[in-house]
T-cell receptor, first 112, second 116 residues
Framework: NAGVTQTPKFQVLKTGQSMTLQCAQD?????MYWYRQDPGMGLRLIYY???????DKGEVPNGYNVSRLNKREFSLRLESAAPSQTSVYFC???????????FGPGTRLTVT | SQQGEEDPQALSIQEGENATMNCSYK?????LQWYRQNSGRGLVHLIL?????REKHSGRLRVTLDTSKKSSSLLITASRAADTASYFC????????????????FGTGTSLTVIP
């Protein structure tokens, strides 16, 4: 039982490049989330998927797109990376009870 | 922003002492949770307190919630060097769907250092 897995762990992009961050969970959770973590800002919600087939914007969705591929997988895409998107990205999942979120190990992204 | 704020931003104590950190938030909530993050790792859930609860215990952790003041505190008793980490509160706003799609808003974190 791996929990929540994320790939890649590290990535360096040049401004304007695109990439997709992958997330998968094996806990049969319905809801999945993408956050970014910046120093002094805590975690901010980018997008979330309440259940398979649905996605919604969070606090900071600009510059990102998401796909809920199936119940297990939720990907985050940067179409044209900008230096402001340099951050650590976390994927999380949760289910009805007890509402706790399970986090992946994170992807450290640097955009130069 | 509905984000909460932890206080203090950083805390350094000796092993065996108690550590207290506080969280303030802005909107009415369904529940409040505390998470721990070790350096370079993902967040790990510690404890959840519902809006109709005032205090909750789990091992060496004690959480209080004051909804009238929109604040919570996390007390770690008899701290250990292994407790060194950042601690975050997360709130599930009342305005957010309970399930599915419950949203969480995280605070800015308290960095705790426990000196052996």
């Amino acid at each position: 039982n791996a929990g929540v897995t994320q790939t890649p762990k590290f990535q360096v992009l040049k401004t304007g490049q695109s990439m997709t961050l992958q997330c998968a969970q094996d806990m049969n959770h319905n809801s999945m989330y993408w956050y970014r973590q910046d120093p002094g800002m805590g975690l901010r919600l980018i997008y979330y998927s309440a259940s398979e087939g649905t996605t919604d914007k969070g606090e900071v969705p600009n510059g990102y797109n998401v796909s809920r591929l199936n119940k297990r997988e939720f990907s985050l895409r940067l179409e044209s990376a900008a230096p402001s998107q340099t951050s650590v990205y976390f994927c999380a999942s949760t289910d009805l009870s007890p509402h706790e979120q399970y986090f992946g190990p994170g992807t450290r992204l640097t955009v130069t | 922003s509905q984000q909460g704020e932890e206080d203090p931003q950083a805390l350094s104590i000796q092993e065996g002492e108690n550590a207290t950190m506080n969280c303030s938030y802005k909107t009415s909530i369904n529940n409040l949770q505390w998470y721990r993050q070790n350096s370079g790792r993902g967040l790990v859930h510690l404890i959840l307190i519902r809006s109709n609860e005032r205090e909750k215990h789990s091992g060496r952790l004690r959480v209080t919630l004051d909804t009238s003041k929109k604040s919570s505190s996390l007390l770690i008793t008899a701290s250990r060097a292994a407790d060194t980490a950042s601690y975050f509160c997360a709130t599930a706003p009342l305005s957010s769907p309970v399930y599915p799609g419950n949203q969480f808003y995280f605070g800015t974190g308290t960095s705790l250092t426990v000196i052996p």
